[in-house]
């Protein structure tokens, strides 16, 4: 019920706002209402945050990956390889547009590389900011 709130609240955020709907978007807005429930003093996203996080090393996830920088590469506008050597496509939404616009896809992969990365799930406010930060590049 209350996720089912959440987006009812993202949709509204979306519909009284300029921002040009689509799926990303969406996916925004939902985080949004997510982090506003978490955190009443919340106040939108930030892409220098989502950088800071980008490029951290965290010494609370698995050793072997301990920024998203060790698959990713240092610039999100880059191709980056998993550890078994397969391509990954850029994480830029200007170099893959298709980034961030599946939510189950962006779940899957936040619940994954966050656990692996910082040791735990991602928080809204962290996935907001990360996405805010590739929709920048």
């Known amino acids: 019920m209350k996720r089912l709130l959440l987006v009812g609240a993202a949709l509204a955020l979306v519909a009284t706002t300029n921002v040009q709907a689509g799926p990303?978007?969406?996916?925004?807005?939902?985080?949004?209402?997510?982090?506003?429930a978490e955190d009443a003093a919340f106040a939108g996203f930030s892409g220098e945050r989502g950088q800071i996080?980008?490029?951290?090393?965290?010494?609370?996830?698995?050793p072997e990956t301990p920024s998203c920088t060790s698959c990713?590469?240092?610039?999100?506008?880059?191709?980056?390889?998993?550890?078994?050597?397969?391509?990954?496509?850029?994480?830029?939404?200007?170099?893959?547009?298709?980034?961030?616009?599946d939510p189950e896809k962006v779940e899957k992969?936040?619940?994954?590389?966050?656990?692996?990365?910082?040791?735990?799930?991602?928080?809204?406010?962290?996935?907001?900011d990360f996405i805010t930060y590739m929709m920048s590049q």
Request: proline share 5%.
């Open 24 to 36: 990303r978007e969406d996916i925004v807005a939902l985080l949004m209402a997510e982090a506003s």
């Open 53 to 62: 996080l980008f490029s951290s090393n965290f010494n609370t996830g698995k």
């Open 72 to 101: 990713h590469s240092t610039s999100p506008q880059n191709m980056g390889e998993t550890r078994a050597g397969k391509p990954i496509e850029p994480i830029a939404v200007s170099k893959t547009p298709e980034r961030f616009t």
């Open 109 to 128: 992969w936040f619940r994954r590389n966050c656990r692996s990365v910082i040791g735990r799930e991602c928080t809204a406010l962290e996935k907001g």
